[in-house]
Structure formats: C-alpha cells, structure tokens
C-alpha cells in the first residue's frame, strides 16, 4: 500500500511517479519497484537516497503531449499544465495573450508591482491620488510622449516606496545618486546661473 504523501526532502516532496513509492508498512523497506538502499541506516539517510531514486525516476518517466500528441520526458512537460510539453505551452500562452491584450497587461503589471515593490494596484492608485493624479515632484500626468506609466520611485537601499515619479524625474533622482544635498546643490545652482541671466 502507497503512503498518501511521500516524506521525501528536496523538490519532489508530494511528487508521485508512476510504479513508485515508499511502502507504508516500513518506510525504510525502500520503493515499490523493488529499489532499497541497505547502505542507508537512519531515516534522514534513506529519504536523501529515495528523493534522487525517485529523481532519477522521473527523469525516465515520458508522458504523452495532449496538444502534440507526442510523447516526451516529463522534464520536458509543463510545470502548471503537466499534460502539455512546454512548447505548446509557450504556443498557448502567446496565443492567449493575442487574443486578451488587456487582461495580459492587468495581469502582468499586478505580477510587476507585487514582486518588484510589495505593493498592489490599490496602493499605487492611492499614492497616485494623493499625489493629485501626476508626478510627486513636477505634476506630470504621464511619464513619456508614448504615454506609459508614472514610475514607482523606491529607496535602493532599503527598498521602501517613496512615490509616484513621472520619467525624467526618476531618472533625475537617480543620475545625482539619491542625494538630497545634491540635489538641493543642483538646485541652487540654477536658481544662481536663472538670476544672473536675468540680471543681464
């Protein structure tokens, strides 16, 4: 009788391959197929040699496409659609993303946003609002001629979102380094070189 989850470490854990697994009645007896490792004493030990049996399993193991028909290694299979080889999962997802433009780009900006800064489209639309709909620090309501985004402006050492920045002052910040008194040096300077040309 098979165990209803396998106690293996390392990436297979709750993997199953077909023919295999650990017997209930003695973890330590070894796999269904007859494998046991007699070298291996303790529990720790025999899971180590069961995880890379059980990889060296898998890796032999061919399943067939459901869109090519083909029959392929499972390492060659889709991670999310195990019964699809990743290329024709590569042609679904182009295709899909053909036919559902905008759903793509929602989509992918939720993923962009959540993994690179920890915050939601909620939270940048908020940050936007408080801001007055434009950039932070000229107003702007968009970042380039090709209409993208504001930026989302972020510490570099400790990552915390500071705002909402159109382009070119983003780019600005990070040119003079994120320095304030840079900044405020570069600000003074063409305050002082504005009041001279207007003196002239």
Same mark, same amino acid.
Request: glycine share 10%.
């Given at each position: ?14 993997? @199953? ?7 209930? *009645? ?12 007699? *070298? !291996? ?20 193991? %061919? ?7 083909? /029959? %392929?290694?499972?390492? $060659? @299979? ?5 019964? $699809? ?9 182009? !295709?899909? $993303? ?21 915050? /939601? ?14 950039? *932070? ?37 990070? =040119? ?9 040096? !570069?600000? *003074?300077?063409?305050?002082? =070189?504005? =009041? ?5």
């Amino acid at each position: 009788m098979l165990t209803k989850s396998l106690k293996v470490s390392g990436p297979l854990v709750g993997k @199953m391959v077909v023919g295999h697994g650990m017997l209930q *009645a003695n973890p330590l007896a070894g796999c269904l197929c007859g494998w046991t490792d007699s *070298a !291996a004493i303790t529990k720790r030990a025999q899971r180590s040699a069961y995880a890379a049996h059980l990889a060296t399993a898998r890796d032999a193991e %061919k399943r067939v496409c459901r869109d090519c028909n083909e /029959t %392929k290694y499972v390492a $060659i @299979m889709s991670k999310s659609h195990p019964t $699809i080889c990743r290329p024709c999962a590569r042609v679904r997802m182009r !295709a899909w $993303i053909e036919a559902n433009p905008t759903r793509w780009e929602r989509a992918r900006r939720k993923s962009h946003l959540k993994k690179r800064y920890g915050i /939601t489209v909620e939270d940048y639309n908020a940050m936007l609002d408080d801001q007055g709909g434009g950039c *932070a620090i000229c107003g702007g309501a968009q970042a380039d001629g090709r209409d993208f985004r504001l930026h989302v402006d972020h510490d570099h050492q400790t990552g915390r979102v500071r705002g909402i920045l159109c382009g070119s002052c983003n780019r600005g910040l990070g =040119n003079l380094g994120d320095d304030p008194d840079r900044c405020e040096a !570069a600000a *003074a300077y063409l305050r002082r =070189n504005s =009041n001279e040309r207007n003196a002239s």
